[in-house]
């Protein structure tokens, strides 16, 4: 059963007249009105969560000066960069949850490696063959190691 508690707003009596409003036309009570509006107003709220972590992500990838500088302001943000053969996989740091391809944000490995004169921290060694991959058939396998 769900509990309730009895709260208290002001409001302004223009914005009182509205819901009663809208209630009277939908046949609902305004107390259900503002139940319900509240409801799917915070059922919205992951996607404002994701446009501040976007602009944070986005911030990260204009001021940093190289790979590791970007890896460092990514993972104070709680995200991670990892190589899945050619492509930067974005992951939620430490849980190495998959995220993103940075294509999306508008970057790609080429433009960074570009940018930064060096390619991404463990790409050569792979290409070397000196460490294994290991992917999922997703492609969203987990890589120990690869982050810079």
């Known amino acids: 059963m769900t509990q309730h508690r009895l709260v208290t707003l002001r409001l302004p009596t223009d914005l009182i007249a509205r819901i009663e409003a809208v209630a009277r036309l939908q046949e609902e009570t305004p107390a259900d009105l503002i139940r319900r509006s509240l409801s799917d107003a915070l059922r ?8 501040t ?16 500088d970007l890896q460092a302001r990514l993972r104070k ?7 899945e053969d050619e492509r930067l996989g974005l ?4 849980s190495d949850r998959f995220v993103l391809w940075i294509e999306e944000i508008g970057h790609s490995l080429a433009d960074l490696m570009l940018q930064y004169r060096a390619p991404f921290p463990g790409a050569l060694s ?20 690869r982050a810079a």
């Open 126 to 145: 792979r290409r070397a063959g000196l460490v294994p991959r290991e992917s999922s058939a997703t492609g969203r396998g987990r890589h120990s190691g």
């Open 53 to 68: 972590e976007m602009a944070v992500i986005t911030a990260a990838f204009d001021k940093s000066q190289g790979w590791l």
């Open 91 to 94: 992951h939620e740091w430490p």
């Open 77 to 83: 943000a709680g995200f991670v960069l990892r190589l």
């Open 44 to 51: 919205e709220a992951p996607s404002v969560m994701q446009k």
